[in-house]
């Protein structure tokens, strides 16, 4: 479960690997009424490469029920934030689902020498 503080706020997930992304299911809060789930409105998901850069981005305008399933058309990416601008975000769970493609580049040094 995650509620923020306010202001311009996110949530972000690294899938650790390059993925192509199908659909994400957002959870919202229903533990605390209507007061929890009229905040997961107007908020705009993500998927970033593994350099960070934005390869797809949604707006969701629409008030939230208990669970948001946004169709993401199987774009390549390797991490999912979700924001909000001037608000609280608030959610309880957040499930991408997809095939993974590739594993994430790696920066460090390998054991094996190479010529």
């Given at each position: 479960?995650t ?11 690294n899938?650790?690997v ?10 919202n809060?229903m533990?605390?009424?209507?007061q929890?789930t009229?905040l997961l ?11 960070m ?5 949604h707006?969701?305008?629409d ?6 399933h ?17 608000k ?16 994430s ?11």
């Amino acid at each position: 479960v995650t509620h923020t503080l306010g202001g311009d706020n996110w949530w972000m997930v690294n899938l650790q690997v390059i993925a192509s992304i199908r659909d994400v299911k957002i959870y919202n809060r229903m533990d605390c009424g209507s007061q929890c789930t009229s905040l997961l409105n107007q908020f705009v998901i993500e998927v970033l490469d593994y350099d960070m850069q934005i390869v797809s981005s949604h707006a969701h305008d629409d008030t939230a029920g208990a669970i948001i399933h946004l169709q993401m058309g199987n774009v390549e990416g390797s991490y999912i934030r979700i924001s909000v601008s001037d608000k609280y975000l608030v959610l309880a769970e957040v499930e991408v689902y997809g095939t993974k493609l590739y594993d994430s580049p790696t920066f460090a040094p390998t054991s094996i020498p190479t010529t």
